[in-house]
């Protein structure tokens, strides 16, 4: 009688390791699923980074216009009336990493132009437009912001 149990144990065995083993369908979708989730981590940390890189140009577009509209409030009503006193046009260059990797430019307009407005005071007015352009990843963008000055206005009071 023990001769059988020993045999009996041996089959229950053999049956629960064939039972334990994965078929190969299972591994295929195993593996199937893991791709997946890579696929899908690997899509998202790419797009993460485009995102990150796409707010640091328009970050950098934003510093620019700004930097130039802080010089123009500095400027004397004679000089903004002057035409040719500002310039018209001008480059940036942006590297966001290290010197030695190419970087973005920018390129840009300072358009000095009459306030659009018809009251008594419209040519102690002009309005100023700084805007810049650049591309990145073949798509042109634009940043553009535009504010008033007066011959009255806010430079008569720094000097």
């Known amino acids: ?9 041996n089959v229950f065995l053999r049956k629960t390791r064939r039972r334990t083993a ?4 299972e591994v295929m979708v195993s593996v199937a699923v893991a791709g997946i989730v890579f696929l899908g981590v690997y899509a998202g940390l790419s797009s993460g980074f485009a995102v990150v890189e796409l707010a640091r ?14 010089t123009i409030r500095l400027y ?3 000089q903004i009336a002057t035409p040719g006193f500002i310039p018209t046009n001008f ?6 990493g290290t010197q030695s990797t190419s970087g973005l ?12 407005i018809s009251e008594s005071y419209s040519n102690d007015l002009k309005a100023v437009t700084v805007r810049v352009t650049w591309s990145s990843a073949n798509v ?9 000055v007066s011959r009255y206005g806010l430079q008569n009071y720094i000097y």
């Open 91 to 96: 480059t940036e260059v942006f590297f966001a």
């Open 76 to 78: 004397t009503w004679n």
């Open 57 to 70: 140009e328009n970050l950098r577009a934003t510093q620019i216009v700004q930097e130039k509209m802080e």
């Open 1 to 9: 009688m023990h001769a059988f149990m020993v045999n009996l144990s």
């Open 105 to 116: 430019t920018y390129t840009g307009a300072v358009e000095i132009a009459s306030a659009p």
């Open 140 to 148: 042109p963008r634009t940043r553009e912001m535009t504010t008033f």
């Open 22 to 25: 994965f078929t190969l369908v």
